[in-house]
């Protein structure tokens, strides 16, 4: 069942890093609940595995199948999306170093940056990375990272990866791009120039909200080298049985996907005509100001938008009385939910920064789920008859 990389995307989605388990031939990989392997002799492992933080069948079967769907030779599974971030800022950098941030990336990911790593002498810049020129500026001699996300959360601005790994690269710099909101599915960044790509498995690749994990993809064996060496070393990894279920997760990515953008698509034309609310974003509508990248760059729209509702009221009243969307932060989950930024994920996000990066108290974000679309278009229509009562 050795896959190959001309094999399409739902293929490799289904069968990449996993053979028949050795011995029994179970068609699913097992999970490998051990923390150690015996040996033959000293220092003669039996199955090449030695010990559980350095590697395991179960993560290296993920870790394959990631690398796969990513288009890049090398996986490496962490114990959460930030535990994976954490891992490229270990990897690639050392104090002294200079980071160029896009503003909007993932609230933790910005504290972080901002409250951990640059207590150990790394320098962070935060830019708008939809506006290149702006990248290009901060760009120092000591920069050696940019890291960015695309498209961003709520606001779902996009950053033109090709253009963005040339700014990088001419610095000297390595690109890492987060790529938790458009999957492998929809777009590849190290096809465009990145060096890294990272991961919270958590969201879409794991897709039913019941795992916390995290993952980074890189074509570079000298990247890759280092991202193995913070497993062993420093044992940001995560369990067999979460693996197993991000494994068991990225088989259907192909097929949840299309739903989510179905659905996702559907749900952003019904809002843009409706009365209670008066912007949508969602890069899939001609609207969107950078519709045109989109396009070129993503090969459908995904699932999450948001929509401005006028003020912190009005937010609280449609997630308050949506049925099916569920009021909870995440995303990338089967099931629908809805959330107000500025009071939940962004409410550690100081407001003169989340003004900056257009989260208003107003604004609300929606993860499409894969229900059926006439139902989710009822309860909103449901929802939003309160705000216009
Ligand atoms: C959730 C998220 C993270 C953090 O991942 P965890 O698995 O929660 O640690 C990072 N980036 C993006 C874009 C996310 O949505």
């Given at each position: 069942m050795t896959t190959r990389s001309s094999d399409g995307f739902g293929t490799r989605a289904v069968h990449a890093g996993q053979e028949p388990a050795p011995g029994s031939g179970a068609i699913m990989?097992?999970?490998?609940?051990?923390?150690?392997?015996?040996?033959?002799a000293v220092g003669k492992p039996r199955g090449g595995y030695e010990y559980a933080r350095v590697t395991n069948p179960t993560r290296s079967a993920l870790e394959a199948n990631l690398a796969s769907l990513e288009g890049g030779s090398f996986g490496a599974a962490f114990a959460?999306?930030?535990?994976?971030?954490?891992?490229?800022?270990?990897?690639?950098?050392?104090?002294?170093?200079h980071v160029v941030c896009g503003a909007n990336v993932y609230g933790g990911t910005e504290r972080m940056f901002r409250t951990v790593w640059s207590r150990f002498g790394v320098e962070f810049t935060f830019v708008d990375s939809s506006d290149l020129d702006a990248v290009r500026a901060a760009v120092t001699p000591g920069t050696r990272l940019v890291h960015v996300e695309t498209p961003t959360n709520p606001t779902m601005a996009l950053c033109d990866l090709a253009a963005c790994a040339d700014v990088a690269h001419e610095a000297g710099a390595l690109l890492s791009v987060d790529n938790t909101f458009a999957t492998p599915f929809l777009q590849r960044p190290l096809e465009s120039g990145a060096d890294l790509v990272v991961h919270s498995t958590?969201?879409?690749?794991?897709?039913h909200s019941d795992v916390i994990?995290?993952?980074?993809v890189t074509d570079s064996e000298e990247i890759a080298e280092g991202l193995y060496y913070q497993q062993k070393s420093t044992g940001g990894v995560p369990g067999p049985m979460d693996c197993w279920l991000v494994l068991r997760g990225t088989k259907t990515l192909h097929v949840r996907m299309k739903a989510h953008c179905a659905n996702g698509r559907r749900v952003a034309e019904y809002l843009v005509g409706h009365p209670a609310i008066s912007t949508v974003h969602y890069p899939g509508l001609a609207s969107h100001p950078q519709h045109e990248?989109?396009?070129?760059q993503m090969r459908d729209f995904g699932g999450m938008l948001s929509?401005?509702?006028?003020?912190?009221?009005?937010?609280?009243?449609?997630v308050g009385a949506t049925?099916?969307?569920?009021?909870?932060?995440s995303l990338g989950g089967v099931e629908s939910l809805i959330s107000v930024p500025a009071a939940?994920?962004?409410?550690?996000?100081?407001?003169e920064r989340r003004r900056q990066i257009g989260v208003t108290p107003g604004l609300v974000r929606l993860s499409v789920g894969v229900e059926d679309s006439e139902d989710l278009l009822a309860d909103l229509e449901e929802a939003l008859s309160v705000l216009q009562a």
């Open positions: 990989t097992p999970i490998y609940q051990t923390s150690t392997y015996v040996q033959e959460s999306g930030l535990a994976a971030i954490e891992a490229v800022v270990k990897t690639t950098l050392s104090a002294g170093d958590t969201k879409y690749l794991n897709g994990g995290g993952a980074v990248l989109a396009k070129r929509v401005e509702t006028g003020s912190a009221e009005r937010a609280r009243a449609l049925r099916l969307f569920a009021l909870a932060e939940m994920t962004h409410a550690s996000v100081p407001e």
